[in-house]
């Protein structure tokens, strides 16, 4: 029987764990930590984005801070923003919500985060720690971080002896999945627009991750059977089945044919999705250093 | 016709055009970039390495300054020499010598080096530049880079289509030559010591990196017929066919018969060894941020 993988359950675990550990805190006299999202602008599905960040902060006891500025900020003030809440010892975490309006650059702004605030884990410091195995004193991208958790639902912590193929290689995305991955004594494989055959070496991988956001590219026929299929891709498509003009969200996987070959298989939605923000909430509490004190 | 990859040549190569740099930056008045090996203590092989690497600094035309403190220095006294040295406009790379004296953590030391100084690549901002694929504002851990000029002599700038096997997965080699390899857009496989069944990932690779410590591992069978073929390995081996008491050095590769089958093969001496100092001069170079205006 292929195991459905159930994101919003293991994102409900995480919410829960971290909203245990808010709740022992305070009961043991220490402040709540501090999340600060900042959003510049009025793109509706960024705020529709920061909205739900900011209700599970709060779900989650944090202290919830919204900053939302207007889309002609200046970068002088969007800086001097981030600097304040740097310098705030009641703010654990800082998320600039992306993207920003087009005449701020969002690199040197993501930079200027504390890395020990960079609750994203976008900073520079944070990717070289997790470059060099570092997973204790740095703060994990959000996704693959949630990614990773389900993959241990699976195959427990140790991946010794499993080859694990990585389709996509962001920044975001793919290159710290593979690290975590590697981290995790997984033998790693990262394929990408520009590998030859990836159905053959997709058909080796017990783990197979697939995140090129291109709709249901990986078929039946590329999985080994039994293999762990984690979908990261989230595309929109047309679906005439329903009405004409109506869409509906698919991932980089060919779910229903993938199933039957699949061990475990994520759905999309309902798979990885859910986990991004559940692991912003467990940042958030690793940042504030309180974690450890329960 | 098998090409051995000639790794005196190229580090030759190398050093022929940093010279040539730094004559022509002399010529139109500028300062000659300036390199501070740092070392601690008595250990013969270290200072071996270290007045290698003065001699080709000065071979190079920088400005090379040997900073040589005794075994019982203490955490202080370096951290307060790096500072002079991170503050110094005249030192464009500072070099602390590995291994320090017991008493000494280097992690600390190392990333007491400001980022745009550290020559050998190891600060956690310049292994968070490689891992997202910022080469440019950067410095890259000398093995590895070298090892990458051996493989672009072989395979040019892009490695598009081609499958790479890294054996080793270590920060100082293993996890940077992924992310170059995988940055010149090979599809790129990381193996190790957890790995299960090395040879049959290793007949896939048209690009095989070994860094394993482990001596002639690699065997002829585990080759793909016309492959390239990277050693990094140095192991010191008993050499009783020469005399009792002997020993010579070997790579992590059978080189006679990997050579056999392989399309291209760095030797051991000779391969990747001779190019790491002459990579530290490059660094120098780049980090004295001279070279872009000659």
Chains 1, 2 share one sequence.
């Not at 709740?23 to 909205?51: M, N, T």
């Not at 703010?91 to 969002?106: A, E, F, R």
């Not at 790693?188 to 090129?212: F, M």
């Amino acid at each position: 029987m292929t195991v459905i993988i159930d994101g919003k359950a293991a994102s409900a675990r995480v919410v829960e764990d971290v909203t245990g550990a808010v709740l022992q805190l305070e009961a043991s006299g220490h402040r709540k930590p501090g999340l600060a999202v900042v959003i510049v602008g009025d793109d509706p599905s960024s705020h529709a984005y920061v909205g739900a960040k900011s209700r599970m902060a709060k779900q989650c006891g944090f202290n919830s801070i919204q900053h939302t500025l207007p889309e002609e900020t200046s970068r002088e003030e969007l800086m001097a923003l981030v600097a304040s809440l740097n310098a705030d010892p009641d703010i654990d975490g800082i998320l600039v919500q992306l993207p920003l309006p087009k005449h701020l650059d969002s690199e040197p702004v993501i930079q200027s985060i504390l890395p020990e605030k960079d609750v994203d884990g976008l900073h520079i410091v944070n990717a070289g720690k997790l470059a060099t195995g570092d997973l204790k004193t740095g703060l994990i991208s959000c996704t693959p971080a949630g990614a990773m958790i389900l993959v241990r639902q699976i195959h427990g912590n140790d991946l010794s002896g499993l080859h694990a193929l990585v389709i996509g290689r962001s920044n975001l995305f793919g290159k710290p999945m593979a690290q975590l991955l590697l981290n995790a004594n997984a033998t790693v494989t990262i394929g990408h627009s520009k590998s030859r055959d990836l159905p053959e070496l997709a058909r080796q991988a017990d783990i197979l991750v697939a995140a090129v956001g291109r709709a249901e590219m990986v078929k039946a026929d590329w999985l080994k059977p039994g293999a762990t299929v984690i979908d990261v891709g989230i595309n929109r498509v047309a679906a005439p089945e329903q009405d004409s003009g109506k869409s509906r969200l698919v991932g980089d996987v060919a779910f229903e044919e993938c199933a039957a070959v699949a061990g475990a298989i994520t759905p999309v939605p309902g798979g990885v999705g859910p986990m991004t923000i559940a692991m912003l909430m467990a940042n958030t509490l690793t940042a504030s250093g309180l974690s450890a004190r329960e």
